[in-house]
Each structure stands twice: as C-alpha cells, then as structure tokens.
C-alpha cells in the first residue's frame, strides 16, 4: 500500500503560478508519479508523469511549456510547479503512482494509487 498527500493547491488569477506537492509514504515498491487532473463535468485527464529512476518527464499536450514535474527522491515527494495558469486549468489535481513497468504514463488506468486530490482554481 502507498499513501500519497497532495498539497498547494489555491485560488489564484490568471497568469500567477502554484506549486503543488505530492508526498509518498515509500517509494520502493512505486514505479512512476503521475498528476492527473479533474474539472467539473470532465473526464480526468492526464497532465504529467515521471519515473523514480528517471529524469525524463512527460507532459499534456495543454501544460507543456507551463507546468513542470520534478521529484525529490530524498523526500519521496513529486512536484508539479504550474506557471502561466489559465481559467481552463481549473480543477482537482490528483497524483498518482504505479507499481510496474508501464509505457503508458498518461492513462489513468496504468496507477494503482492515488491522493485525495488538491483543488486549483484559477481567476479571469
């Protein structure tokens, strides 16, 4: 079992940033992180993913350029800075983790666990 805690979510304008974290209560057995996201009415969409053993990050086609994913293996935490936001970035960010090899970091369907969710909301 991997519990995970996201945190840093807020209300912000457009153009500010937030950072949010994710801490992981053991990494040994997590593959990847992912940051997944979920408006209201939506489906929950991917936004970012990296392996632990990796620095390779991979990102939404709507965040590149934006949002960054970086981890910190000492701390077992993943973070995802998000600048540039957008009112359409509004939305519950969750993280994410898997326990295997997976090819595919962008289905939510390839992670076992996930957060409560942090909510972001973003300001005209």
């Known amino acids: 079992q991997v519990h995970l805690v996201e945190s840093g979510g807020g209300l912000v304008q457009a153009g500010d940033s937030l950072r949010l974290s994710c801490a992981a209560s053991?990494?040994?057995?997590?593959?990847?992180m992912g940051w997944f996201r979920q408006a209201p009415g939506k489906e929950r969409e991917f936004v970012a993913a990296?392996?632990?053993?990796?620095?390779?990050?991979y990102y939404a086609d709507s965040v590149k350029g934006r949002f960054t994913i970086s981890r910190d293996n000492a701390k077992n935490t993943v973070y995802l800075q998000m600048n540039s936001l957008k009112p359409e970035d509004t939305a519950v960010y969750y993280c994410?983790?898997?326990?295997?090899?997976?090819?595919?970091?962008?289905?939510?369907?390839?992670?076992?666990?996930w957060g409560q969710g942090t909510q972001g909301t973003v300001s005209e």
């Open positions: 990296i392996r632990w053993g990796s620095s390779t990050p």
């Open positions: 053991r990494t040994f057995s997590s593959y990847a």
């Open positions: 994410a983790t898997n326990t295997y090899y997976t090819a595919y970091l962008n289905n939510r369907n390839s992670y076992s666990y």
